[in-house]
């Protein structure tokens, strides 16, 4: 038994320590995003209030999240979030997205092809009417632009801070390592998410960004409650959101590999790719639960 625990041990620090994403099989995935209607999801869009989903920016067709701009008579800096109703800390979260159509009347040119997932962010109900963004870390979504370099999966930071290479960062947006993404196609996108100590980013299944320790500062929001902005403070978990930029966007698939869980191997719902204990949801077989039982009596 120790050479077990041994192993599981060094297992999972090698884990923290690697550059791949944790394996597990596509039942263990949580599908956040049901292909039919947008159950669990809010929206919060620019100058209107908490589920108020203006001109049906969000919405489901053929089976995919569909963010659109065909209500609109110009775009009018009418930034929207689509929110989750749960909020996560240790996490995988995927999604495949691709960019269609043409961008909304009077789009910032910044938001051609732009779009992305707010990580670690406030919640829905903490944001004021004409706030434009959720304090949160942004994994930013880009299309190319027929030529050229544009790479996807870059950070930006509405409200908040990293830590690059021992050094807290504070440009807006810093780009990936990332190929370029040009045209209608699908493009898988994936975020390791380890509390408030790591933040990895992928795409197609490889690591392009890395950075430690997000937390709030710094500016790139506007119309925020200054009490949902205390600097300084470390994000170990926060809500998820889709964005709407101007551009129009489609997602398949919006899934989570929660990594937080039962870590005792003596339990029927261990799993190896756990890094964050939750040893509260353990679930025993018969046998082993009269075992723990007995050992209990002779303590």
């Not at 320590?17 to 956040?32: D, F, G, R």
């Not at 690591?207 to 009490?227: A, E, M, R, T, W």
């Not at 929660?258 to 204990?277: E, F, H, R, S, T």
């Amino acid at each position: 038994m120790k050479n077990l625990k041994l192993l599981v041990l060094l297992s999972l620090s090698t884990g923290l320590l690697s550059a791949q994403l944790p394996q597990a099989s596509k039942t263990e995935w949580q599908q956040l995003f049901n292909g039919k209607d947008l159950t669990g999801w809010q929206p919060k869009i620019k100058g209107y209030v908490l589920n108020d989903n203006f001109a049906n920016t969000f919405r489901v067709k053929d089976g995919k999240i569909n963010v659109n701009y065909e209500g609109y008579d110009s775009f009018k800096e009418r930034y929207g979030h689509l929110f989750y109703e749960k909020n996560f800390s240790y996490y995988v979260i995927a999604t495949e997205y691709r960019f269609v159509g043409d961008q909304a009347k009077e789009g910032p040119d910044w938001a051609f092809r732009n779009s992305g997932f707010m990580l670690h962010g406030q919640s829905p109900e903490s944001m004021l009417k004409d706030q434009d963004f959720p304090i949160s870390i942004e994994v930013q979504f880009l299309g190319g632009k027929g030529s050229g370099i544009r790479t996807t999966c870059n950070l930006c930071t509405p409200g908040t801070h990293v830590v690059i290479n021992g050094l807290l960062e504070k440009r807006p947006c810093i780009n990936s390592t990332s190929q370029t993404y040009h045209g209608d196609q699908w493009v898988r996108a994936e975020v390791k998410v380890l509390g408030d100590s790591l933040m990895q980013h992928y795409v197609n299944g490889e690591l392009v960004l890395s950075y430690h320790k997000p937390q709030i500062g710094g500016d790139v929001v506007n119309g925020f409650d200054p009490k949902a902005k205390p600097d300084g403070k470390l994000l170990s978990s926060g809500s998820i959101s889709l964005q709407s930029e101007s551009h129009p966007i489609e997602f398949r698939k919006v899934e989570i590999l929660n990594l937080q869980g039962c870590m005792d191997p003596m339990a029927l719902n261990y799993k190896l790719y756990y890094v964050k204990a939750d040893n509260s949801k353990c679930l025993y077989d018969k046998k082993t639960m009269k075992k723990m039982k007995r050992k209990k009596k002779h303590v």
